[in-house]
Structure formats: structure tokens, C-alpha cells
């Protein structure tokens, strides 16, 4: 086998095909954080992105995209915002990590969303986590009829907040590839917001995130969107929105956002409804939710898919350095999953923490 590496740019037209006939013909491959084009763009982005090009008798077998950092240590691409990882190959191309990392210049590489339970990488998960799905292979009919035994009374509260909304707002509106890029500035704006408001991070306050959803809003495949902006409008004006990647199987969810001034109706749960019947006309297996809990997922999933934490490592100073910097902070994690209490206390200080950054910043995206 030859293992070739190079920019995400460089990739040739041939390289690119095979990528996508792998991802086409693997149901485990099929998630679009998976493919070139996200890797292209983060690339774009993330100057230190690479692609491991595997190669047998003349044939591309199987793509790694990593990021490559100090010392050697590299992680996934877009670590951090991407919900799936993983060496996308033909069956066992690809068997063993460490002359893979090699042939990278890796010391490490980092993973936090790795799919499935194939070589190399699978053994150095560390921590398991569930993933949710919206099943819509079967048709949006069946769909909803798994939803409601987990919910008797979710898709007729949805039917009344429809009416209600349309009622008292303006007539609904649904556009599932919104084009104007000033609807995705609002889903930013939105976001950033919510992040406040509940103590988390804010995402978009990094340059090269807000980046990258414009470059992925932009792109296209052939003539199918790389990133789909879904919008809900009332009355002419936008109440949900939702920006997420598409592939001819995985419809990747991503950032969800809503007016708090409509939160009585519960427009993000029409949104993805309506998301899920439209993905289901155009013959997509299912949505995926990403790992985290919610409530909103814990509703609109009918089940899960596993994913994993962890990293793969050659023994070097790079290695060791890597471990003394992840390994307390993954023993601390770990602990406040084992116990509820703790769970509840940190839930709180986030909130409390947004409180404050919601009374004292201002800063909307722009």
C-alpha cells in the first residue's frame, strides 16, 4: 500500500470519485462530515488541514482527513464543530493505526465523534456516547407513527402550534434551501445568543467557524447543496432556522436557532419536522442529531447510533504531552457523567453564567 498526503485542494478529480463511490456504497460512511467537501472547506479555513490518500495496485482504497498541530499531534477535522470521524475505506484497506500515523507525521490523533467499530481507530476509543437519529427511511408517514408511541400528544401539540402560530402571526411559510445569505447571519445572531444566554461557548465568536458556514452555505455538488439553510417563516418574517449538511443518504443537522420571541410556539420543533418530511421525499435514510443530550432530541429520535472518544497514539514526547494535558480533564468529565448531582450543579452553573453574559454582552454576529 502507498499512502500519499495532501491538501484537500490537491485532491485529483479521480481521488475525489472514489472518495464519494466509498461514502455511496457504505451506509457507515455516509454521513456528509465524512466527505471531501467538508474537508475542503475546512481546509480553507484550517490551513494545517491534510488528506491521506491510501492507495493499492493503482486504486484510491481509502481517505483520512486529520489536522495536523505541534508536535505531531492532530486531531479530526474541524474537531470541535464535527459530528462525525472516521477513515473512510474499502473493507479493511485499512487495518492498523500506527504506520497510518506515519506515514501522516502524527504522533497523535485526536477523535471525538468516531463512527462504527471498523480498524484502525476503534480500539483507542475511550469514551462511548449516543447519537440520536430521525429514522425517515421508510417515508415521513412512518415516521411519525414511531414518534407518536414514544409521544402520544407531540404531533397534535405541533398541529395546534402550527395553527396558533399561523393564527396569530402570519401565514407559514417553509423554505428548505434558503439561498440568502442574510438568513444565515440571523441563524448566527440567534445562536450566539443562545450560547449566552445558557453559559455555553460561543461558537460563532470564532472567525474561522462563521467562515466556514458561509464557504459550506455557498457550496454545491453537482446540483445538490453541500450546506442547506432551512428556514420558517411566519407572517414574512423568519422564526426558526437551521443550518445543517446534506449527502444523498445523511441529512447532518448542525445549528439549530429560533426567536425567543416565538418560543411559545415551538417554531425549532415545526422547523425540524418539517426538515424530516422534506429529506424523506428526496430519499434520505435519516437525520442525524449528533451526540448530546436534549430533550428535543430525546422527542424527535427513534434511536440511537454510537459514537467515540478517545485518541491513538505512537509513543513520543508529543504523545506525552498530549496525555497529560487531556487525561486529567477526561477524568473529571467522566465524573460528573457517573453522578446526576453533579451533572444537575454544572447544568446550573452554565445557566447562571448565561444569565450574566445574556445582562452585560451585547455582541451580535456580523
Known amino acids: ?41 475546512v481546509s480553507a479555513v484550517r490551513p494545517r488541514v491534510r488528506v491521506a490518500v491510501a492507495e493499492q495496485a493503482g486504486d484510491s482504497v481509502a481517505f483520512f482527513p486529520f489536522e495536523h498541530g505541534a508536535l505531531g499531534v492532530g486531531c479530526a477535522v474541524g474537531l470541535g464543530v464535527s459530528d462525525c470521524q472516521a477513515v473512510v475505506q474499502r473493507p479493511g484497506a485499512v487495518r492498523e493505526a500506527e504506520p497510518l500515523l506515519r ?23 475511550r469514551r462511548f456516547h449516543p447519537s440520536a437519529v430521525m429514522d425517515v427511511s421508510d417515508g415521513y408517514e412512518q415516521y411519525k407513527a414511531r414518534v407518536s408511541q414514544n409521544s402520544k400528544r407531540f ?13 396569530e402571526v402570519g401565514d407559514i411559510r417553509f423554505v428548505f434551501d434558503e439561498r440568502d445569505p442574510e438568513q444565515l447571519r440571523t441563524l448566527m445572531r440567534w445562536k450566539s445568543a443562545q450560547y449566552r444566554r445558557t453559559g455555553r461557548r460561543d461558537r460563532f ?60 410556539y415551538s417554531p425549532g420543533m415545526l422547523l425540524y419536522l418539517r426538515m ?9 435514510a435519516y437525520l442525524d442529531l449528533a451526540r448530546g443530550a436534549s430533550q428535543y432530541k ?16 505512537l509513543p513520543s514526547a508529543g504523545a506525552v504531552t498530549h496525555w497529560l494535558r487531556r487525561v486529567p480533564v477526561g477524568i473529571a468529565y467522566d465524573a460528573v457523567l457517573e453522578r446526576p448531582y453533579l ?18 454582552t451585547e455582541s451580535p454576529v456580523t
Open 103 to 125: 506515514a501522516c507525521g502524527l504522533t497523535v490523533w485526536e477523535f471525538d465523534n468516531l463512527v462504527g467499530d471498523a480498524p484502525p481507530f476503534s480500539p483507542f476509543a
Open 1 to 41: 500500500m502507498r499512502i500519499r498526503v495532501v491538501s484537500p485542494a490537491d485532491l485529483r478529480p479521480a481521488e475525489v470519485a472514489a472518495w464519494r463511490d466509498i461514502q455511496s456504497e457504505s451506509a457507515q460512511y455516509a454521513n456528509p462530515f465524512l466527505g471531501p467537501d467538508f474537508a475542503r472547506a
Open 155 to 167: 404531533l397534535g401539540d405541533m398541529r395546534r402550534f402550527t395553527r396558533k402560530l399561523a393564527r
Open 343 to 360: 451533572r444537575q450543579a454544572a447544568r446550573r452553573t452554565l445557566n447562571g453564567v448565561g444569565a450574566l453574559r445574556t445582562r452585560w
Open 298 to 313: 430525546d422527542t424527535l429520535k427513534t434511536r440511537d447510533q454510537t459514537v467515540a472518544e478517545g485518541w491513538a497514539a
Open 276 to 284: 424530516a418530511e422534506e429529506a424523506a421525499g428526496a430519499g434520505v
Open 205 to 264: 465568536a470564532k472567525p474561522w467557524i462563521a467562515e466556514l458556514l458561509r464557504r459550506l452555505h455557498a457550496a454545491r455538488c453537482g446540483s445538490s447543496p453541500v450546506g442547506v439553510l432551512s428556514v420558517l417563516y411566519a407572517g414574512g418574517q423568519p422564526v426558526a432556522t437551521h443550518f445543517g449538511l446534506w449527502s444523498e443518504r445523511v441529512f447532518a443537522t448542525w445549528f439549530p436557532a429560533y426567536d425567543t420571541h416565538f418560543a411559545r
